[in-house]
């Protein structure tokens, strides 16, 4: 395939499926990945990102084939649009790839190019791994007991862009639809409105429910825990709930219990190798992830309360600068930190990149390198607690050595070279 201002690097080969049924990816030892750097500091964490997952490729006998793709301002400089073809194209074929943060204007202005992206490429499910690293300031007590992955549904929910603003026409015929049609009677008040729809399927619940399931047994997990708010949304959030367990039931026999079935059959001592299948409300997991930490493993929710529900575990155990993220898809995936581009701190070599460093960890594990992603952890948290940090992590421990985006991603790059 041609691409229209990009080149392949020659040295690379792409990555293909190995298995159309599963999704399971063919990876060679020397991958083209493209990378979209991003807009602000996605100039400082990009570049840093890009440096020690090389060392960690190169110390574990592969190397990655970088292949600069572009969104955002530097595709507005470069092909006058915000996405340009070439970069979802090449994301497309070579199935994994890696980016920093884009801006999106709050209100006016063009709608997110990560939703774009990640609706484009059919990215259902944002994954957010949420765990401790040794050293890095936390505001609750044990932040030793998080290890969380949370998988949100990417495509539906009131995030789907559904909806009509205030003062036009179609918001109107909306209004008069539900009211006259639906017999919706004295709850949108008179005057200016906006409306959203909120559409949660079958369909789309299932495959993210099922991928969070896949990934519990895969990798050893107790619990998948279903967050919801289907107590007051019992159409949308509580089908996804009911949907959840049907899914449960219907395709995966025993390896897979409910929270009924743990105690009614097995008197609460779970049986080696399965996976327990629970429900919580939103609002009650918000506070028990806080209370009751170690019980929480692996959350299938839908695509708002997702995205509250991770960034707040994600500050208990130190915040965006640490938090990472991959979008996955049936044999395709993104990964991308969860904080956003912070311009004003843009250019500075200042902030901290262990959200892309270890969004980038994430993307070794999917390709199936697990000793390389291991590595990127452990040089992370050895330099993390030997007290090299970042500004934003270095006001909240005592003593410590300051260091720019790049000073620190080049004391990583020496901890892996020492650990390897
Ligand atoms: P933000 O860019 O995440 O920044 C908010 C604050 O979080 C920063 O001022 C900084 O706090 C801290 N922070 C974020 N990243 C950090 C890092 N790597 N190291 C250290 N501290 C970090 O959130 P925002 O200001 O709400 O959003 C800015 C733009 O990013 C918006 O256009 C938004 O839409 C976009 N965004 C994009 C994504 C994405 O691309 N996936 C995600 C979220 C937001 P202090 O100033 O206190 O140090």
């Known amino acids: 395939m041609s691409y229209d201002k990009v080149t392949v690097p020659e040295e690379g080969e792409a990555i293909s499926l190995a298995d159309e049924e599963t999704g399971e990816l063919d990876v060679p030892s020397n991958p083209v990945i493209p990378i979209i750097h991003g807009d602000g500091i996605g100039s400082d964490v990009g570049p840093a990102a890009q440096q020690v997952l090389d060392a960690a490729a190169e110390a574990t006998g592969r190397s990655i084939a970088w292949m600069r793709v572009y969104a955002g301002s530097a595709a507005r400089d470069m ?64 932040p030793e007991a998080m290890d969380m992955v949370t998988f949100r549904e990417n495509t539906e929910d009131v995030y789907a862009g559904i909806e009509w ?52 047994l895969a990798n050893d997990r107790d619990s998948v825990t279903l967050v919801h708010k289907g107590n007051i949304m019992k159409f949308t959030e509580g089908a996804f709930r009911d949907w959840g367990y049907e899914l449960a039931d219907e395709e995966y026999g025993e390896d897979v219990l409910s929270e009924d079935a743990l105690w009614e059959e097995h ?44 960034d707040a575990a994600g500050a208990q155990i130190g915040g965006l600068g640490i938090a ?42 999917y390709l199936g390198w697990s000793d390389a992603a291991d590595l990127v952890r452990d040089a992370v948290e050895e330099t993390i607690s030997s007290g090299k940090v970042t500004y934003d992590l270095h006001r ?25």
Not at 102 to 125: E, H, I, M, Q
Not at 330 to 353: I, T
Not at 408 to 413: G, K, L, M, R, S
Request: hydrophobic share 35%; charged share 25%.
């Open 79 to 142: 092909y006058g649009e915000n996405l340009p073809e070439d970069t979802v194209s090449a994301i497309r074929e070579h199935r994994v790839a890696i980016k920093g943060p884009l801006t999106t204007p709050v209100g006016a202005g063009f709608r997110s190019l990560n939703v774009a992206l990640r609706k484009r490429l059919d990215l259902y499910a944002n994954v957010r791994a949420t765990y401790y690293l040794d050293g890095v300031p936390s505001p609750v007590t044990n």
């Open 165 to 216: 603003e205030s003062g036009t026409d179609e918001v109107e015929q909306v209004r008069e639809f539900v009211e006259a049609e639906m017999g919706v009677d004295d709850i949108i008040h008179d005057g200016p409105v906006g409306i959203g729809i909120k559409p949660i399927t079958e369909f789309g619940s299932k495959r993210l429910i099922r991928e969070a399931i896949d990934y519990a």
């Open 267 to 310: 008197d609460g001592d779970q049986p080696d190798g399965t996976v327990v299948v629970k429900d919580r409300i939103a609002d009650n997991m918000l506070q028990q992830v806080l209370t009751r930490t170690e019980d929480y493993d692996v959350i299938a929710t839908m695509n708002l309360n997702g995205d509250y529900f991770s």
């Open 324 to 365: 990472p993220g991959i979008n996955r898809g049936h044999g395709r995936a993104l990964a991308e930190p969860v904080h956003g581009s912070a311009p004003k701190y843009a250019g500075q070599d200042k902030v901290n990149p262990t959200a892309m460093i270890l969004s980038g960890r994430e993307m070794l594990e």
């Open 396 to 420: 909240q421990i005592e003593g410590g050595e300051k260091l720019a985006t790049s000073e620190f991603a080049d004391a990583i790059v020496e901890n892996i070279d020492e650990l390897a």
